[in-house]
């Protein structure tokens, strides 16, 4: 090669490679990036530090289980409370935070971390004697309206998913472990069975369920009593999913308004016992439904399947999943109020089953 030829072969190498790294920055410019809006996993994951675990149970956190069993990359879960300072958000499990002696993180919060509130219970069933204002930034509860949103279940798009409903021996059943006589589904419950007989199993009955028999014996009924303990919006339990859904009886439910319930499952999946003037009205109606009838209720099982969320970890993984649409600058002034505040609950009892509510 002339010394001449070998600068012009110099110069355009150089050239390329400037014009090459020049694209390659402003192709990240123009072009978004791919998964841009979720976490990126290539980046470091994010920290979810779960500052005491839900009923003080402990939680098997193995090496990447939300990316192992549930699909949700760039997310490390961590019970331990020495990782508070590099935490991206913090979580505090509601009854915990109740306790005498309770410790919250008693360093400076680094600028940025973000604390949830978690609960799954109604505000029925939790005590309130700390002061839990302008604390939080994010809440993760059954509340359609918290940040992190972690129903107990859910109608998932799903072809044709058949329900052999043939075997039905029985009509109504109930299963109840906290029994209360002031709760509105007790009293409920008295009235509707002066008019059809209902197989009550469970601790408050003296025919405790196994809990592997739990769904197989309710198999073998045509409709399942969801009351849930307390009326709340958005608070729909395991009495629908499970209980109901998944055994493949039609539930009959007690809880917040047939609205609130639309929102989630088909106008045509579960009789509402509003729906009716009367407990009375609602057992005529169930005992002298035709067979025709009764598999119309089975219809929406064509397009949709159930899934049950009942594991802890995969609500904790779902932060990171909806973590980059969460808003970033948020502060719970109030959440006490928050939490009471549900306008979709009432007006859902018919006249006369609306009593005072109790624990349990
Ligand atoms: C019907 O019920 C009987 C008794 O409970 C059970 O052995 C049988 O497997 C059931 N059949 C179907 C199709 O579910
Ligand atoms: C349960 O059993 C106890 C003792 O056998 C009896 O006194 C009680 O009335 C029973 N309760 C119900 C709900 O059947
Ligand atoms: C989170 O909440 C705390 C306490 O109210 C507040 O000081 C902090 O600024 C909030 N952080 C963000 C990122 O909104």
Same mark, same amino acid.
């Given at each position: ?139 993760? !509860?059954?509340?359609?309206? &918290?940040?992190?949103?972690? #129903? ?6 799903? +072809? $044709?998913? @058949? ?105 045509? !999946?579960?009789?509402?016992? &509003?729906?009716?003037?009367? #407990? ?6 169930? +005992? $002298?439904? @035709? ?70």
């Amino acid at each position: 090669m002339s010394p001449l030829r070998r600068v012009c072969y110099w110069l355009a190498l150089g050239f390329l490679f400037v014009m090459v790294s020049l694209f390659w920055n402003i192709r990240s410019i123009l072009l978004p990036l791919p998964g841009s809006g979720e976490v990126d996993a290539s980046s470091d994951p994010l920290t979810i530090l779960i500052w005491h675990s839900p009923f003080h149970k402990p939680m098997e956190i193995p090496g990447n289980v939300c990316q192992d069993l549930y699909d949700i990359s760039g997310c490390r879960l961590t019970t331990n409370q020495n990782e508070f300072n590099r935490a991206d958000a913090v979580v505090f499990h509601h009854k915990e935070l109740q306790e005498k002696g309770y410790e919250f993180p008693t360093g400076e919060r680094p600028s940025g971390q973000k604390w949830i509130w978690a609960s799954l219970e109604s505000p029925t069933n939790m005590n309130f004697n700390k002061n839990l204002n302008n604390l939080f930034n994010w809440t993760l !509860s059954y509340r359609e309206e &918290s940040e992190i949103f972690v #129903p107990y279940g859910a109608m998932v798009p799903h +072809s $044709s998913t @058949s329900h052999d409903i043939s075997n039905k021996t029985g009509l109504v059943t109930w299963v109840v472990s906290h029994y209360g006589r002031s709760q509105v589904r007790a009293q409920f419950v008295k009235e509707f069975s002066r008019h059809l007989k209902v197989d009550i199993y469970g601790r408050a009955s003296n025919k405790t369920l196994c809990p592997s028999c739990l769904v197989p014996t309710i198999a073998r009924y045509k409709f399942y009593l969801a009351l849930e303990n307390s009326v709340h919006t958005d608070y729909i339990t395991e009495k629908l999913w499970r209980n109901s859904f998944v055994a493949g009886a039609v539930p009959v439910v007690l809880g917040p308004s047939r609205s609130n319930y639309e929102k989630f499952i088909p106008s045509d !999946s579960f009789i509402h016992i &509003s729906d009716f003037p009367s #407990p009375k009205h609602l057992a005529d109606f169930l +005992s $002298s439904m @035709s067979g025709q009838q009764y598999s119309q209720y089975f219809r929406w099982r064509e397009r949709y399947a159930v899934k049950i969320y009942n594991d802890w970890r995969e609500r904790f993984c779902l932060i990171c999943a909806k973590y980059p649409m969460l808003p970033k600058r948020k502060i719970y002034l109030d959440l006490i109020g928050w939490i009471w505040n549900e306008p979709l609950a009432k007006q859902s009892i018919p006249n006369g089953h609306r009593r005072a509510q109790t624990q349990g």
